[in-house]
């Protein structure tokens, strides 16, 4: 981490980071889907994540990885198609924000049918992808997320449904199985390539394990040596060595990361860099960690409000602050802000505590 001498404690307001990747590299064999309607030049994918890749959030990752396929969060179908007084957010983009798959959860056909055609409609995504691994009870004793792997029928039919309303490729993403009794996602991802999935992504836990560690890596080999269609590997993969670990040993046509990108929105970018060059990027010092916090908390703020941008910055502004000696008070402090002079003073003070 950085700690110069002559570090200006507002350092953080001019910093960026686009390190060298501003002339991203295509790659040597591209991802096809669906006969080339998608192309991929990158084979790293930006998990979905409620509460975390809103349009915001996909920006600052957008600065360093224009190519990367890059999901919304989860958008119920049934909210989409109902709920009149549903916050539509989440479905906003911007005109830079491709390739972009939207993800849908639903568990009628004639509604996420539905919820595919508005979308398409009305936001144009590259992509839409079907959420059948949610773990959230919420969303299982709907039907819905991983439950859709205990019915393979009813996952079927909303595969199709989505596949015969909608022109973009449809996308469905899955775990291992409900648990260990019912590891069934070769014969899930053969029934979703049947039904008009052109690409799977296997979060390689089980519904039971929730997000506990013990990911079988080796599922996801075993998933893309029984497809046609391009298979993408989630799970715990964090560093360039997990990716290349995967693509390398799986053959996978990719790699999803979740958690590695929080507090870490250039992290697709330095994977994508190490797997098309070889080249390890350093990783960014305090400053423009600090930079990158700053530039979220302003996107937050113009896009909510700065009472309720500052809030839901108080889960994320911690992933930004680590690294030196201290960091675990300013992690606590960072909890509590209600306004951006809030953060700003205490951006100040790290740098000011580091020179
Ligand atoms: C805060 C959070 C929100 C998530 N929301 C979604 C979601 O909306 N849709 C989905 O398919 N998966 C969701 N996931 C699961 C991730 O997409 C991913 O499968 C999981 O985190 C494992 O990948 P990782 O180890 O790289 O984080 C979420 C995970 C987290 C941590």
């Not at 539509?88 to 390739?99: C, G, R």
Request: charged share 20%; aromatic share 8%; proline share 5%.
């Amino acid at each position: 981490m950085m700690t110069t001498k002559t570090l200006s404690p507002h350092a953080f307001q001019e910093e960026t980071f686009t390190a060298s990747m501003e002339t991203p590299q295509a790659l040597a064999s591209p991802i096809i889907i669906d006969g080339g309607k998608v192309v991929l030049q990158s084979q790293v994918v930006l998990a979905p994540m409620a509460g975390v890749t809103d349009i915001v959030f996909r920006g600052l990752v957008r600065k360093t990885a224009p190519q990367s396929l890059i999901c919304t969060e989860m958008i119920s179908s049934n909210s989409l198609v109902y709920s009149k007084r549903w916050d539509a957010h989440i479905l906003k983009k911007t005109s830079e924000d491709n390739p972009i798959a939207y993800q849908l959860a639903a568990h009628q056909e004639e509604i996420i049918a539905a919820a595919a055609v508005t979308i398409c409609e009305k936001h144009q995504p590259n992509m839409l992808d079907i959420n059948m691994g949610c773990p959230v009870k919420k969303i299982t004793g709907n039907f819905e997320g991983c439950a859709l792997m205990r019915d393979l029928e009813l996952a079927s039919r909303l595969i199709k449904a989505v596949s015969s309303s909608v022109d973009v490729p449809v996308s469905v993403k899955f775990r291992l199985g409900w648990d260990d009794n019912s590891k069934n996602y070769i014969e899930f991802g053969q029934m979703a390539q049947e039904s008009g999935a052109k690409l799977v992504t296997l979060h390689t836990r089980t519904r039971s394990q929730g997000y506990k560690p013990g990911v079988d890596w080796e599922a996801a080999g075993k998933l893309k040596a029984a497809l046609r269609i391009p298979v993408i590997a989630n799970g715990d993969i964090v560093t360039p060595a997990d990716a290349k670990f995967m693509v390398d040993t799986y053959q996978v046509d990719g790699v999803m990361i979740g958690r590695g990108t929080q507090g870490e929105p250039w992290r697709i970018a330095l994977i994508d860099h190490y797997l098309k060059t070889g080249e390890l990027l350093p990783e960014p010092t305090l400053v423009q960690r600090l930079a990158y916090a700053w530039q979220h908390v302003q996107g937050m703020v113009a896009y909510k409000g700065e009472a309720q941008g500052v809030r839901e910055m108080r889960g994320q502004l911690p992933w930004y602050v680590k690294g030196f000696a201290g960091a675990p008070a300013y992690r606590a402090k960072l909890t509590q802000v209600e306004t951006v002079a809030e953060v700003e003073a205490l951006f100040v003070e790290i740098l000011e505590s580091l020179t």
